[in-house]
């Protein structure tokens, strides 16, 4: 993980203006189509952007339930001026979570399976998902039919979805219809034209709503691509 908020202040203003009229925080999805263009990096670093500037605490949510990858990049202090995760809360905010478990779990075995944790110098939450409290057998995915996200938007400033890449995971295809916009990261040089446009397309068709790319690896590191000019 790499700190890119300077690169990224023009998308922040960008995506302030075009999400200002969500009902309740916005919720912004970064992605990919392909393994590896930094999608953690942007996320984390768009969501310290955003914490600097909101009234109310931000949350990152990480989809990738195996690694908690951006968690661990706060872990290790991926930014110069921003501390480490804090103690964990309890995340399951007293409703329905984003994700389900089979075989269902035996009665109060669910409890803090998703935390949150306070990140040190910013009003931001990062959320750690605790595989190792799963049952032997258990498997995890993801629901598209969950209060969660609209009991999250009540109490926070604005909420960033780190999602893994459409190469790895569907995660963000199954929650590409709650956000209010979805943000493809891009690394110059390798990702082709036609491999954005089909991910771009198949998010368009679960009901997602992509507002451009951000590409990685340029000279200015992060340059921003709406879709009124890509």
């Not at 990858?69 to 905010?93: K, T």
């Not at 306070?118 to 750690?128: A, K």
């Not at 995890?140 to 400033?157: F, H």
């Amino acid at each position: 993980m790499r700190d890119l908020r300077e690169d990224l202040d023009p998308v922040w203003r960008s995506l302030r203006r075009r999400l200002s009229g969500a009902d309740g925080a916005p919720i912004l999805m970064f992605t990919s189509a392909l393994l590896g263009e930094g999608v953690t990096s942007m996320a984390a670093s768009f969501a310290c952007l955003a914490a600097r500037r909101s009234d109310k605490p931000v949350w990152l949510v990480d989809l990738d339930l195996r690694q908690n990858q951006a968690y661990r990049g706060f872990e290790r202090g991926f930014a110069r001026d921003v501390g480490a995760p804090g103690r964990a809360y309890d995340a399951s905010l007293q409703t329905t979570p984003f994700f389900r478990l089979a075989p269902p779990p035996r009665s109060g075995r669910a409890a803090k399976l998703l935390t949150a944790h306070d990140v040190e110098g910013l009003p931001l939450l990062v959320t750690r998902f605790r595989g190792e409290r799963l049952e032997k057998g258990q498997k995890v995915a993801l629901s598209a039919t969950s209060d969660w996200w609209q009991t999250l938007r009540e109490m926070s400033g604005w909420i960033i979805i780190d999602a893994p890449a459409l190469q790895r995971s569907a995660a963000a295809m199954t929650l590409a219809a709650i956000a209010d916009g979805i943000i493809l990261v891009v690394e110059a040089d390798r990702t082709t034209p036609r491999q954005i446009a089909n991910a771009r397309a198949d998010l368009q068709e679960k009901g997602g709503q992509v507002l451009g790319a951000v590409m990685n690896q340029v000279k200015s590191d992060a340059l921003w691509l709406d879709r009124r000019r890509a």
